[in-house]
């Protein structure tokens, strides 16, 4: 069930419950259980950062490469993430971030103990607790990454 909208609010804003888009949600369902069900949870977990994150505005989730992506097309404040299955490796999910910016560089500082995938992803696998508090932390910093460049170039 949608959610009630009132007279001259923005359709975008629905697009952040993650319910808007049935091509993202067809995706979802194609996913194999144990993998779909993390998928869903770290779907969850974006949403509601993005929420709860000063600065980040509307999420927007679409389709980039066929994959579940998150922009913030409002206030432009952070860098795409994307989830998906790590397709040569049954049982193992990703959450992949630009490959030309430092934020798993900066992931791999703060948190040693996650796994990576070269500089574009956080890898993990169905089988585990999904550590919360770390991605919380890491989607907070990606959906704000351009924010952080703001304030660095207006300090200058």
Known sequence: MAPATTAGAKPAARRRTGNANATVDAVFDAYPRPVKAKLLALRRLILNTAKATKGVGVLEETLKWG??????????????????????????????FHCQTNLVETFRGLYPELRYGGNRCILLDAGDKLPEAALRHCVALALTYHLGKRKAVRAK
């Open 67 to 96: 994959q579940p992506s998150y922009l913030t097309p409002e206030t432009k404040s952070g860098s795409t993430i994307r989830i998906d299955q790590v397709k040569a490796e049954p049982g193992q999910y990703a959450v992949y």
